[in-house]
């Protein structure tokens, strides 16, 4: 679609939201069935097929989670997709669905439902804008919902009151903030409890083996993507920032899924065959503003800046090495790069960086993000102290409309010029040895 028809495709979803719910999301379901269509038979030449795939892969999750609610959960992010995979649910979070709003330029709307409602204009827009939306009633009522307090206080809003107002089955997952094996074993226990729960809700037993099949798919989804990890010092594929962060999905709504196996095994090929170009390698950081124009525009198919990894990403694909698959999947949310003190944050980049041999990192300071927010400073000295030159980069993730275009493409402009400067000042360093 033309950026003038999704335009005006949002324009009538906006205004039929809020008239007539129910044809707003059959309009917007046909939408994105649409866009589903144009996917497969006009996959976007520019990118490797990897690309290709995730991007089916995610728009059917949504289209799922929109058609059949009745066998759809509403989940915060670090809530372990492999469970819900092994209960047959379609898994759907705030931060996608919010961004596929976006995407449909429907936001607005949403937005403005939410500050009627009276939630503060200051908390994070990817709740706000699914808070509008099921606010409207163009969100159906899932089967139930899932959320932890891992890793925003976002969460603690949202659900309780989406819990309440659709009257839902509702579990919660308590994560501790010591990262330690009580946490597992606590964070675990919980985990058994949500398999009895969802089978309740469900009416469907969950066998054993579905929950250690989905441990064991994300086991070998992470080995495939920490060995094409290895291979990105010298592997440069092409990509989009649409691209990046649709593996953010992958890693932990569709965590345990066949599709998150093939996905990690597609990226791998791309990896492979992807020759080293001469372009700046970056480490991001956090989620991707995948919407904001000056970042597409320097990052979307180059070839002299690549991003290279995404802690986000990586953490998702961390290695589940416990045996019991009920404390591998504790571990992954108690260790989560989230959790806890802010070094393990800090240790995670710098290990990325290294991997990857980034020229520098960039930290997008989402908008209403408190606990990356709060953490941004600290965050960027370590990592300078560690000799990677890094910019927090302020913006709006889910409303490209609250952050200024002009201001993001004069300080990521600099900042890649200075990337620039400093590995020819190397270059030329290594020369004169
Ligand atoms: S961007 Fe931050 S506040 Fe918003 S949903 Fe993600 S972790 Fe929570």
């Not at 759907?92 to 937005?111: D, I, N, P």
């Not at 952050?403 to 300080?411: A, F, I, K, L, P």
């Amino acid at each position: 679609m033309t950026m003038n028809l999704i335009n005006q495709f949002g324009r009538t979803v906006s205004s039929e939201s809020l008239k007539d719910p129910e044809k707003a999301r059959r309009l917007l379901l046909m939408g994105y069935r649409l866009q589903e269509k144009r996917l497969k038979f006009f996959p976007d030449k520019n990118l490797p097929d990897s690309a290709h795939y995730v991007a089916r892969i995610v728009m059917k999750n949504i289209i799922h989670a929109l058609a059949r609610p009745e066998n759809a959960a509403m989940v915060s992010i670090f809530v372990p997709g492999e469970l819900l995979t092994a209960a047959g649910l379609t898994p759907y979070s705030v931060e996608a669905l919010s961004c596929f709003l976006a995407g449909t330029k429907c936001e607005q709307a949403f937005l403005r439902k939410t500050e009627e409602e009276g939630f503060p204009e200051t908390m994070c827009s990817y709740h706000r804008v699914f808070l509008g939306a099921a606010l409207t009633g163009i969100l159906p009522k899932p089967k139930c919902t899932v959320y932890t307090n891992l890793a925003c206080d976002g969460n603690m809003m949202t659900f309780p009151y989406l819990k309440q107002t659709y009257e839902l089955p509702g579990f919660y997952i308590d994560v501790p903030y010591e990262k330690n094996q009580d946490s597992v074993r606590y964070v675990a226990g919980q985990l058994r409890e949500l398999k009895r729960f969802l089978e309740e809700v469900t009416g469907k037993k969950i066998p054993e083996e579905a929950v250690q099949k989905a441990v064991s798919n994300s086991r070998k989804a992470a080995v495939n993507y920490q060995r094409q990890l290895a291979l990105r010092k010298d592997h440069d594929p092409v990509s989009s920032m649409t691209n990046e962060l649709y593996a953010i999905f992958m890693c932990h709504l569709l965590a345990g899924s066949e599709a998150s196996v093939k996905y990690t095994e597609l990226l791998l090929e791309d990896v492979k065959k992807a020759p080293k170009g001469a372009g700046l390698h970056v480490l991001w950081m956090h989620i991707m503003p995948f919407l904001q124009e000056p970042v597409m525009e320097v990052f979307n198919y180059s070839d002299t800046i690549h991003i290279s990894a995404c802690d986000f990403v990586a953490d998702g694909f961390q290695m589940m090495d416990a045996s019991d698959p009920y404390e591998a999947m504790a571990a992954k949310m108690v260790n989560c790069i989230y959790n806890g003190a802010v070094d393990k944050r800090i240790e995670m980049a710098e290990r990325l960086a290294k991997i990857t041999n980034a020229d520098g990192g960039i930290l997008f300071a989402h908008w209403g993000c408190k606990g990356t927010i709060g953490a941004s400073g600290l965050i960027k000295s370590s990592l300078e102290a560690a000799g990677l030159p890094t910019m927090i980069l302020d913006g709006d993730g889910c409303n490209p409309a609250n952050t200024s275009d002009g201001q993001v493409s004069t300080r990521l402009q600099a900042f890649v010029e200075m990337l620039e400067e400093n590995r020819e000042g190397k270059s030329h360093d290594t020369l004169c040895l």
